[in-house]
């Protein structure tokens, strides 16, 4: 089994920037293909940014592209998401996903074997 804890979250206004660690403990995350979601009040959770397991391939939802850098240190078994010029619409919370099978990149939820408690990510006007 995995744990995956979500941590960095808070409160910053339109344009700051925030970073989100992902800690896994349980087993080495090294092989796994990691993902970053996001689920705001009253819909769906939605794909943000996944890497491959050794940080070679990454992907991006169109919404964040350009804005938010997916990382892993597998050494340090943690996943990162450096998130900047924040906006209102970023506003969720943030889950941590990892997938034990599988290569490359996942932007599916049902492709995510174990989940973090998420962190909130409040971004003000």
């Known amino acids: 089994q995995v744990q995956l804890v979500e941590s960095g979250g808070g409160l910053v206004q339109a344009g700051g920037s925030l970073r989100l660690s992902c800690a896994a403990s349980?087993?080495?995350?090294?092989?796994?293909?990691m993902g970053w979601f996001r689920q705001a009040p009253g819909k769906e959770r939605e794909f943000v940014a996944a890497?491959?397991?050794?940080?070679?391939?990454?992907a991006y939802a169109d919404s964040v592209k350009g804005r938010f850098t997916i990382s892993r240190d597998n050494a340090k078994n943690t996943v990162r998401l450096q998130m900047n010029s924040l906006k209102p619409e970023d506003t969720a919370v943030y889950y941590c996903?990892?997938?034990?099978?599988?290569?490359?990149?996942?932007?599916?939820?049902?492709?995510?074997?174990?989940w973090g408690q998420g962190t909130q990510v409040t971004v003000s006007s």
């Open positions: 996903a990892a997938a034990a099978r599988g290569y490359g990149t996942s932007w599916y939820r049902q492709e995510y074997d174990y």
């Open positions: 349980g087993r080495t995350i090294s092989s796994y293909r």
């Open positions: 890497i491959s397991w050794n940080g070679g391939d990454t």
